[in-house]
């Protein structure tokens, strides 16, 4: 059974820092990122990497704090959020994608149930 689980999700202050997790299990995956999802608002790709070769993409509203790493032979990825705004806050899915490189829910093979990120003003 395909599983990916997320952990790490909380609530922080404007200006500070989680790291969030994701462990697969069932099979071996190699591209591997961070989808969120606002109240009201469509899912939407944050980062992503392939592991084999550490290849890493983010969407533009989090380059430059937010930073993704993934350990193939642990089949697991994370996602460290520095200098967080409370536009951050949302629920943050672990995905395993289908392609190289990804940015899109379509691209996504399977997803985790997501972990709460909460940055208060």
């Known amino acids: 059974q395909v599983q990916l689980v997320e952990s790490g999700g909380g609530l922080v202050q404007a200006g500070g820092s989680l790291r969030l997790s994701c462990a697969a299990s069932?099979?071996?995956?190699?591209?591997m990122g961070w989808f969120r999802q606002a109240p009201g608002k469509e899912r939407e790709f944050v980062a992503g990497?392939?592991?084999?070769?550490?290849?890493?993409n983010y969407a533009d509203s989090v380059k430059g704090r937010f930073t993704i790493s993934g350990e193939n032979a642990k089949n697991s990825v994370s996602l460290q959020m520095n200098s967080l705004k409370p536009e951050d806050t949302a629920v943050y899915y672990c995905?395993?994608?289908?392609?190289?490189?990804?940015?899109?829910?379509?691209?996504?093979?399977?997803w985790g149930k997501g972990t709460l990120v909460t940055v208060s003003s």
């Open positions: 069932g099979r071996t995956f190699i591209n």
């Open positions: 990497i392939r592991t084999w070769t550490g290849s890493t």
């Open positions: 995905a395993a994608a289908l392609v190289w490189p990804f940015s899109t829910a379509r691209e996504i093979g399977n």
